[in-house]
């Protein structure tokens, strides 16, 4: 089955696989202790925290996926990376079986086609803060994000949550062939009856909070939950609240790659909060410098790019230049 396999499955199979190891790898490296954190920012800008544990889970899924792919262009969050030992990786026989219901062109693509965007721990201060406070339960919002980006667009994306219930889970899927590892929620305000959106607990700023205000003054936003990641604010998304919101620079392509492709499998959309497409081809800039706006299948993304005032939309390229 694997040798019959067109490329992307054969990624994609692989990349649920190697999330999963990476996820074990965080796990390990928490229950060592020792997060040896540096904080990457320069001078002026918001902490940016890495642990050991980004560190080793980004070595472990490039290491990993050269070894299948040797052309594959791979672009991680981390610049500096921890050796780990070598392992056998498999890969996800519910991928494989996907493959029947691909399109031609997905059958098509080549290996140096993509490009593969990797954040290989996202919720890295949610880390920090959950050892700080001994608070374990902040350690659901971590995930390990794998996407996969064809002609510059998000074509599959792998979504792992190590600390979801006892084993983690992970979530993925592929253009045209639906959401794997978790239901979609469809209805209006699922579960909860109100439009509940997400946004940032650590990058709060006033144009953040200025969007909001105006999304709750047009009844798009009923209450604002403030939680870390943008990998686990998409899986709030997918599981019943209306919208993430981060009128704000300094979310990159490896925390969006991976969860746009999920989102748009489900039926829901992600853009900046402009309502333009991300780009995603491996000369693009990192930053996000339009922010995010991701919506659920269930509401109308334009209402809420249309209630953002212009006055914050053009105010972000001043951010961005500052993050
Ligand atoms: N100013 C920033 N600098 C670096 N990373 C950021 C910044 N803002 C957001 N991020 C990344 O985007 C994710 C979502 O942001 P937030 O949690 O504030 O909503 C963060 O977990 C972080 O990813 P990571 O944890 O992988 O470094
Ligand atoms: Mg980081
Ligand atoms: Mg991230
Ligand atoms: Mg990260």
Redesign the pocket.
């Known amino acids: 089955m694997w040798n019959r396999a067109c490329f992307l499955t054969r990624l994609v199979a692989s990349s649920v696989r190697v999330s999963e190891t990476a996820g074990g790898i965080i796990k390990s490296v928490m229950a060592g202790g020792d997060l040896k954190i540096v904080d990457?920012?320069e001078f002026g800008?918001?902490s940016?925290?890495?642990t050991e544990a980004?560190r080793r889970a980004q070595f472990c899924i490039v290491q990993s996926l050269q070894k299948h792919f040797s052309q594959l262009n791979i672009i991680g969050?981390e610049d500096i990376t921890s050796a780990v030992p070598d392992v056998e990786l498999g890969y996800s026989l519910d991928v494989l079986r996907t493959e029947a219901q691909f399109s031609d062109d997905l059958r098509a693509i080549k290996e140096d086609d993509v490009v593969v965007w990797v954040?290989p721990?996202?919720?890295?201060?949610?880390v920090a803060l959950a050892v700080k406070n001994k608070n374990a339960a902040l350690l659901e919002?971590v995930t390990v994000l794998i996407g996969i980006a064809y002609k510059g667009r998000p074509v599959a994306g792998v979504i792992h949550q190590p600390y979801f219930q006892e084993s983690g889970r992970t979530i993925w899927a592929i253009q045209g062939c639906g959401v794997h590892g978790v239901t979609p929620a469809t209805g209006l305000g699922a579960p909860t009856g109100s439009k509940v959106v997400v946004?940032?607990?650590?990058?709060l700023s006033e144009s953040v909070t200025g969007a909001l205000d105006a999304l709750k003054q047009r009844g798009l936003a009923d209450s604002v939950e403030k939680?870390?990641?943008?990998g686990y604010?998409v899986l709030k998304v997918l599981e019943g609240c209306a919208a993430y919101v981060?009128a704000?620079?300094?979310?990159?392509k490896?925390?969006t790659c991976a969860v746009e492709a999920v989102l748009a499998a489900a039926g829901g959309r992600l853009s900046d909060v402009s309502g333009r497409d991300i780009r995603y081809e491996p000369s693009v800039q990192k930053n996000n410098t339009g922010g995010v706006l991701a919506t659920a299948p269930w509401v109308t993304h334009q209402e809420y790019v249309d209630s953002i005032p212009q006055s914050l939309k053009n105010a972000l390229p001043e951010i961005a230049a500052k993050?």
């Open positions: 990457k920012s800008e918001p940016d925290p890495q980004d969050e954040d721990l996202d919720g890295t201060s949610e919002q946004t940032t607990r650590s990058h939680v870390g990641g943008a604010k981060f704000s620079a300094g979310c990159k490896w925390d993050n």
